[in-house]
C-alpha cells in the first residue's frame, strides 16, 4: 500500500509539473534574460544641476530595459522560438523533479508527524525542505543547462545548441563541477518552499475545515474545491516569491558562462555594490506572472489526480 501511494504522488507530481513548464515557459526566459548581468542597459541622458554655480551637466545614467522592452527585442531579434528556449530540458527535468519532490514530501510529512505535533506547521516547513534539498541536489545538471540556453543570445536563421550539445559543451568547458553552479544559491532558496508550503498547507486546512462545518455530509470534491485550492497555492505562491527572490538573481548570475560571480555571499555582494539593492528584484514581475499561475495548475492538478485515484491527500 505505501508503494502503492509513493507511485501515486509520483504520478501525480509529474503530471502537474509538466502541465505548468509548458504553459509558462516564455515568462521563465523572459525571468532569466532580466536577472542576467548580461542585460542590455539603456542610456538615458539626465541633467543635473552643480552646486555652485546650478549650470546644467548632461550626464549619461543606464536604465533597466521592462518586461515588454525585453519581449519586444527577443521577437524582433531572435523571433518567436526563443520564448521557449530550454523548453526540451525544463520537460525532460520537470516531471521527475515534481515526481521526486511530492513524493519525498509525502513521505517525510508521514515521518516528521510521527516526531513533531502532526500537521503542524513545523512538519509542513520541515516536510517542505527536505523534500526540496533531495529535488535540487538530484536536479541541478538540468537546470543548469536549461539556464544556459535561455541565456544564448543568437539572431534569426543562427543555429542554437539544443540541449545535448549545451551539456556536451558545458562539461568540455567547466567539468562535472560546471553542472552544479548554482547550487547553493538553490539551497538557499529552500527557506521560499518550506514558506510556500507553510502557508499553502495552513490555508488547505482552513479551507477543509469550513467544508466540514457547512456540510453534514461527506460529499464528494467538487470544482470550486480545486478552484479555491488554486487561490491558496497562488496566494502561497506569491507571498513566498517576494519574500525569497534574491537568491533567483543570485544562481542566474552564478550559472552565467565565463562569468566573475564564483560563489553564493562573493556574487551578493558584487550584486549590491555594483548594481544596488534593486537588483535583487530584476525579473520579479514575470517571475510573480509565471510563478504564481504555474504553482495554481501544479499543486491543483496534483491534488486532483490524487483525488481522482482513489488517495485523498495527506
Not at 530550454?86 to 516528521?112: C, D, H, M, Q, W
Amino acid at each position: 500500500m505505501a508503494q502503492k501511494d509513493t507511485l501515486l504522488h509520483l504520478f501525480a507530481g509529474g503530471c502537474g509539473g509538466t502541465v505548468g513548464a509548458i504553459m509558462t515557459c516564455p515568462l521563465e526566459v523572459l525571468k532569466t534574460r532580466l536577472q542576467s548581468s548580461g542585460l542590455t542597459l539603456r542610456p538615458v541622458f539626465q541633467v543635473q544641476l552643480g552646486t555652485l554655480n546650478a549650470a546644467g551637466v548632461i550626464r549619461p545614467g543606464p536604465v533597466t530595459p521592462g518586461l515588454l522592452q525585453v519581449l519586444r527585442s527577443i521577437l524582433e531579434k531572435e523571433g518567436p522560438s526563443s520564448l521557449f528556449r530550454g523548453l526540451g530540458p525544463n520537460l525532460v527535468g520537470v516531471a521527475p523533479s515534481r515526481a521526486i519532490y511530492f513524493a519525498a514530501y509525502s513521505k517525510s510529512k508521514e515521518t516528521f508527524n510521527g516526531i513533531f505535533v502532526p500537521n503542524s506547521g513545523v512538519v509542513h516547513m520541515s516536510s517542505a525542505g527536505f523534500a526540496a534539498f533531495v529535488t535540487n541536489s538530484l536536479m541541478n545538471p538540468i537546470w543548469m543547462v536549461k539556464t544556459r540556453m535561455q541565456l544564448e543570445k543568437k539572431a534569426r536563421g543562427e543555429k542554437k545548441m539544443n540541449a545535448l550539445q549545451c551539456a556536451r559543451y558545458v562539461y568540455k568547458t567547466e567539468g562535472v563541477r560546471g553542472f552544479y553552479r548554482g547550487l547553493t544559491a538553490s539551497y538557499a532558496g529552500i527557506s521560499e518552499t518550506m514558506i510556500c508550503f507553510l502557508i499553502y498547507e495552513t490555508l488547505k486546512k482552513h479551507l477543509a475545515e469550513s467544508q466540514l462545518t457547512t456540510s453534514n455530509t461527506n460529499r464528494e470534491k467538487g470544482a470550486s474545491d480545486f478552484l479555491s485550492l488554486m487561490v491558496a497555492a497562488a496566494f502561497a505562491k506569491g507571498c513566498a516569491s517576494c519574500i525569497a527572490y534574491p537568491h533567483e538573481v543570485i544562481r542566474t548570475r552564478l550559472r552565467e558562462e565565463g562569468s566573475k560571480y564564483k560563489y553564493f555571499f562573493q556574487t551578493a555582494r558584487l550584486v549590491a555594490v555594483e548594481e544596488g539593492y534593486a537588483a535583487f528584484y530584476r525579473g520579479l514581475i514575470p517571475q510573480l506572472i509565471r510563478q504564481i499561475p504555474n504553482t495554481a495548475i501544479v499543486l491543483s492538478t496534483y491534488e486532483l489526480i490524487v483525488y481522482l485515484l482513489g488517495q485523498p491527500s495527506k
